[in-house]
């Protein structure tokens, strides 16, 4: 017998403490199945693509409780569809986004809370800001009116063990006062909370495999 949505959701939600936000990463997956997942509770969902964002925004406008949190990279000229949309910014790695997303924000009369994305493997095909710069970068954005750093997000090398990544992290954001840590996904979210995740990004573990992706946003 096949697994529902709602049995994934509900055993993913188990392993997952009070003070640390689930957020259902639906990225290539259709509006019924983010549909599903709100009927079942889940109100975080994470998008990776702003066209493909923006086509599921305006198809489930309707659940007044969504809370759309973007995880995939950004490019200045999509930040102006997630202004004041969005309820969370995962993936601010320079100043320059840090800074059309104040602009834009502004605009719309709202504040941005965002977090820093940080290449704690150094990979050289990976975004995110190098550890080394991160100090500078947060005190850069913490100028920025209507932006407010929350903390930092990583996703650590393939194939290592997440934990002294995660430490790193955890590391780091203490000691620039941050309190939130988006760090872990379905292959190593309990580690992740075991290490001090304040935020888990969890997509296949919910939703199953995903499909392909037509067209980039």
């Known amino acids: 017998m096949t697994e529902t949505l709602a049995a994934r959701l509900a055993r993913v939600r188990a392993g997952i403490p009070p003070g640390v936000k689930l957020v259902a990463v639906s990225k290539s997956q259709p509006p019924e199945a983010i549909r599903e997942a709100y009927a079942a509770g889940q109100r975080a969902f994470g998008e990776n ?9 305006e198809a489930l406008r309707d659940l007044g409780e969504l809370e759309w949190h973007f995880v995939g990279g950004l490019q200045t000229n999509k930040v102006k569809y997630l202004a004041g949309r969005v309820a969370l910014v995962h993936t601010v790695d ?11 924000f502004e605009r719309k009369e709202a504040t941005a809370q965002v977090l820093v994305e940080v290449n704690v493997g150094r990979e050289a095909a990976k975004a995110g800001c190098d550890p080394d710069r991160v100090p500078d970068l947060v005190r850069s954005l913490r100028l ?30 203490r000691g620039l006062g941050l309190r939130e840590l988006s760090m872990g996904m379905s292959s190593d979210y309990p580690v992740a909370i075991e290490c001090g995740a304040t935020i ?12 392909p992706r037509a067209e980039a946003g």
């Open 49 to 57: 693509y702003v066209q493909e964002w923006r086509e599921k925004a």
């Open 144 to 173: 920025l009116p209507r932006l407010s750093v929350e903390g930092l997000m990583c996703i650590p090398p393939e194939g290592l063990d997440p934990r002294p990544f995660f430490g790193a992290l955890r590391e780091l954001a």
């Open 94 to 104: 320079r100043e320059e986004l840090g800074q059309e997303i104040s602009r834009r």
């Open 200 to 211: 888990v990004r969890v997509g296949t573990a919910i939703f199953g495999e995903r499909r």
